[in-house]
């Protein structure tokens, strides 16, 4: 099914993620003949098991709801959050030319979109902080329009779906089937579905989320005419001086071709995230690499950082933090071994505390996933030091049957075998919790009285779970009293979940300039190098500032790598927004092939 592998095109892409792939689609319809090698069987990396969301402000589905604001709006927010670490030219090219790489798509590709104009920000009191419309998610996508080649994408992550069905934007379906029959009708209805996709076609075909994004990505590459490659993995980089011009590929039967690429290559394979030695570097919290938990795929293993500095880029160890944190539980899996499970979802609704080994809460729960575990790190430095750094989720019957806790799926999904695996505990009184735990006895009862004392009333003065947006979107719609975010713990048995350090995706990745082109140590540019996705450094300087950071610039990035790869100026923005930062003067020359 696949082609055979190019021995020269005009760009090279390493990887098939969102990064990969955008700069693969846009760079086909600028007129170059593309070739993408992904190392695994099958296309779409951590992109095919994300959320899809992409944060892009100024978006077309935010203006077409009257949603105007000026650029200097988001930048504001981005330069408060990002501080120090603000880097005007990759912000100001990226909200410059975000909204036409979103349009784009529309126009030329697969990709659809679902609007996040009621998205919030994560920081919604910090200044030019918006309550929605910077974002947009990947639209459902009808598998069968891929026909044959549905087999080659990622199949939603089996520890975040339900019997193989991909979740999106109706995950609450999902949460509310055993006590609303209106969910439960429209889960029943893909259960159906999958099970008639499954005799059908083998597979799952209604693909949401990130395996929507994947999969129309994947489905434009093929349109375009891009050479997609499976089982292909860039081992080296081929060099003419200290120009990059193509790289060795080792295919599926081990054997090595050189594959040449007149205009670059773009490194594009996710970033670090099981690279335990680049996690040992950059994590402070992880000595030794391991004791940090990727929800990414085992296959990013930080090849396109170390194919960079083969080549004299350099990997930028500048930034707030290198890695997307996020809190998970390890799973374990029946052949042996684990699996983090992020928890995105459970820790906004009403009922839920997370405690330290002394019992003592840390932060708001509700809050954003990265803002959860730097809190847990301060938390553990200051009072734990030395030990390892955990938290427990912990939470009442009502709780784990309505909402469920972390793979602890809710009623009518058993919990049995969760509990003989020791992933769940469970016990009839807080102080029995805690002893199970290992977690401070008095300490957690008076944290559990306090808490609930305030809870009652729906409020949470310690941390102020509930008072921003954010925290409110991640609560529960149908909760009864004030604030979605907030109920007591209530009557047992109760339950716990422990959680580690873990990310969904690393932020350090090759120093680039705002064109992508990966720099070397001399701050120029390497000729003929660019980075994407994850590979590239984050360009909101390993910071968090709003969901969708890593995959809203992977696809404007993308856009605009193509661009400076084809030789072609990139559409000048609105006027009202001020000049490009983008100059097509500022391309390095190079050689023009297959102009469209
Ligand atoms: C549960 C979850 C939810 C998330 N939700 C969101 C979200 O909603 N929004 C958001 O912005 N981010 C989200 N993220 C993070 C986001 O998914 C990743 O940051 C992003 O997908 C990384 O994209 P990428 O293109 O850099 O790499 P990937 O999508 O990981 O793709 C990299 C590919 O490169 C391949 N590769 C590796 N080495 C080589 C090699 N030597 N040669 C060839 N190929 C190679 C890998 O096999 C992989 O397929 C989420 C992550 C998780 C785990």
């Known amino acids: 099914m696949a082609p055979e592998l190019p021995a020269d095109c005009d760009l090279l892409v390493a990887g098939s993620g969102a990064g990969a792939l955008s700069a693969a689609v846009v760079a086909a319809h600028l007129g170059l003949r593309v070739a993408v090698v992904e190392k695994e069987p099958h296309f779409g990396g951590t992109t095919a098991w994300s959320g899809g969301w992409m944060f892009v402000p100024r978006n077309p589905l935010a203006r077409a709801a009257g ?18 670490q603000f880097r005007a030219t990759h912000i100001d090219a990226f909200l410059a030319h975000g909204p036409d790489a979103v349009q784009f798509h529309l126009d030329r590709t697969a990709l659809r979109f679902v609007d996040g104009n009621s998205v919030p920000d994560f920081h919604g009191k910090a200044p030019g902080a918006r309550n929605g419309g910077r974002s947009v998610c990947a639209a459902p996508f009808d598998g069968r329009v891929l026909g044959s080649h549905l087999a080659r994408l990622r199949p939603p992550c089996a520890l975040w779906s339900f019997l193989g069905i991909s979740i999106g934007g109706d995950l609450r379906h999902f949460l509310r089937a055993g006590r609303a029959w209106d969910s439960f009708a429209y889960v029943t209805r893909r259960v159906l579905r999958q099970a008639w996709d499954r005799l059908r076609h083998g597979r799952g075909t209604l693909r949401m989320a990130g395996n929507a994004l994947a999969a129309a990505l994947f489905k434009s590459a ?14 080296g980089l081929l060099r003419d001086g200290n120009r990059v011009v193509g790289a060795r590929v080792r295919g599926p039967d081990g054997r090595e071709h050189d594959v040449r690429a007149r205009n670059g290559v773009v490194l594009a394979c996710g970033g670090f995230p099981h690279d335990d030695a680049r996690k040992a570097a950059l994590y402070p919290h992880a000595p030794t690499g391991r004791e940090h938990w990727s929800a990414a795929p085992v296959a990013n293993t930080g090849d396109g950082l170390r194919l960079g500095e083969s080549a004299g880029a350099v990997v930028d160890t500048s930034l707030a933090q290198a890695g997307a944190w996020a809190p998970v ?40 996933y990265h803002g959860f575990m730097r809190a847990l790190f301060e938390r553990c430095a200051s009072a734990h030091p030395g030990q390892p750094v955990q938290a427990w989720l912990l939470c009442d019957h009502r709780f784990q049957r309505r909402f469920g806790l972390g793979h602890a799926r809710p009623h009518p999904l ?33 944290t559990v009285a306090r808490y609930n004392q305030a809870a009652r009333d729906g409020r949470d003065p310690e941390y102020g779970r509930g008072d921003i947006a954010y925290d409110r979107m991640q609560g529960d719609p149908e909760h009864h009293g004030p604030n979605p975010c907030v109920a007591p713990i209530g ?56 969901g969708g950071i890593t995959l809203g610039p992977a696809l404007v990035f993308g856009y605009i790598l193509a661009h400076h790869a084809a030789g072609r100026p990139l559409p000048m923005p609105g006027v009202a927004d001020g000049a490009s930062t983008l100059s097509p003067t500022a391309a390095e020359p190079r050689p023009r092939t297959v102009p469209a």
């Open 414 to 446: 058993p919990v049995g075998a969760l509990l003989r695996s020791g992933y769940l505990r469970r016990a009839d009184t807080i102080e029995a919790l805690a002893a199970q735990c290992g977690i401070d006895a008095a300490g957690l009862a008076g």
């Open 222 to 235: 093929l349109d375009a005419g891009v050479s997609l490659h499976e089982r292909h993995a860039v081992v």
């Open 67 to 84: 949603i105007d604001e000026p650029v200097s709006e988001p930048r504001r927010y981005l330069q408060a959050i990002c501080g120090p």
């Open 329 to 368: 539980s390890l799973v374990p899996l029946p052949g042996g071994g684990v699996q983090a499970f992020p928890h995105l979802v459970e820790r906004g609704k009403p009922g839920l505390i997370a405690v330290d080994r002394d019992g003592r809460r840390f932060v708001d729960e509700a809050g954003d």
């Open 491 to 546: 009557p047992g048995p109760y339950y716990a979940v422990r959680v580690v350090p873990g990310s969904l995706g690393t932020f350090a990745g090759v120093k680039t300039d705002e064109h992508s082109r990966a720099l070397g140590a001399d701050g120029q540019p390497v000729p003929g190098l660019y980075a994407a996705g994850n590979d590239m450094s984050s360009v909101m300087g390993g910071h968090y500032p709003s």
